[in-house]
């Protein structure tokens, strides 16, 4: 325990000080209690999660930039006095050059060779990483040091320099692959089915385990691993979550019984798309399918209304 609270003023979702009297609006105080820090950090666990995740993405957006910006050429035809005439040549976005520029800037890195392909310079970047997250606990229990990597990683803009390219901001304008899985196991501080698992993306990080619903976020080595130990990922990725299956096969992958899934499609909270099917013989039967995201979304409703009527009666 640590009576320090995140330096980047975070709140609890949902707690409130007595005094607050703008919380019961839906529109009104999200929350207004501070987040306590992580042990041994200036900011919570959440914050110290997605810096790390961020920064620990550096090598993957490179190579993605890289790859982007190589079939053409890296050369900065924008730049060329009197150059030629840019319609006839093929444009290499020169935002996508400033970004890759910055991001090295960031991680520390000279700028990437006109001349390294994006198996190079995910190379390169992941060894400049591999420094900066060993001394990622110091950094992060550093005033100036925090502050300074949360700008250059996170914030959309910065005030002195606002074409600066941040990683998240270059993560924002071109998306790598979502590899976040949902876990099978609720979030131990809001009991709803919303934790994701993101495998790592750097041979020196740890698996995240975060809730969409709340705040409460940890890796496979916090807490002597137990985390890793509770949460299993279930076979389908956030992006996957967004397929239709049929209704065995959805129960089976969320993790949720039949007899459950069909009692709220009967009470109407949740909706399945019907599709006739013709059999050789000329009658039709239903199948029937649900998307998996919307059973999660069910799941979350039904289990935070259960949290809400438990607090009601104590
Ligand atoms: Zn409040
Ligand atoms: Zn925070
Ligand atoms: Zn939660």
């Avoid at 397929?243 to 009692?263: C, K, M, N």
Wanted: net charge neutral; aromatic share 6%.
């Amino acid at each position: 325990m640590t009576d320090r609270t995140c330096i980047l003023g975070c709140t609890r979702r949902g707690r409130h000080y007595a005094a607050c009297a703008d919380y019961s609006r839906d529109d009104g105080c999200q929350g207004c209690v501070p987040t306590e820090a992580r042990e041994g950090a200036l900011i919570c666990h959440r914050c110290y999660g997605r810096l790390r995740r961020t920064i620990e993405q550096a090598p993957e957006i490179i190579a993605h930039l890289r790859e982007l910006t190589h079939t053409v050429s890296a050369k900065r035809y924008d730049s060329i006095p009197g150059g030629r005439d840019r319609s006839t040549i093929a444009p290499v976005s020169a935002e996508k050059l400033d970004a890759i520029r910055d991001i090295m800037t960031t991680v520390c890195l000279g700028d990437l060779s006109a001349y390294t392909d994006s198996t190079k310079a995910r190379h390169q970047v992941t060894a400049g990483v591999a420094a900066i997250l060993s001394a990622y606990d110091d950094i992060v229990n550093d005033l100036d040091a925090v502050t300074q990597w949360w700008a250059a990683v996170m914030a959309h803009r910065l005030p002195h320099d606002e074409q600066f390219w941040t990683i998240s901001r270059a993560a924002a304008r071109w998306p790598i692959q979502d590899r976040r899985r949902y876990a099978n196991a609720p979030c131990p501080e809001c009991d709803t089915k919303t934790v994701t698992v993101t495998p790592p993306s750097h041979p020196d990080s740890p698996t995240w385990y975060a809730c969409t619903e709340c705040d409460w976020e940890r890796n496979d080595r916090d807490n002597d691993g137990q985390w890793g130990r509770i949460f299993h990922p279930l076979d389908f990725t956030v992006e996957e979550s967004q397929d239709e299956l049929e209704l065995t096969d959805a129960g089976r992958r969320v993790g949720l019984s039949q007899p459950t899934i069909r009692r709220w499609l009967r009470d109407g909270q949740l909706t399945a798309r019907a599709e006739e099917i013709e059999r050789d013989t000329g009658k039709t039967y239903t199948r029937r399918f649900v998307r998996i995201a919307d059973v999660i979304d069910v799941d979350r409703t039904v289990r935070r209304n259960r949290g809400k009527r438990t607090r009601e009666r104590t």
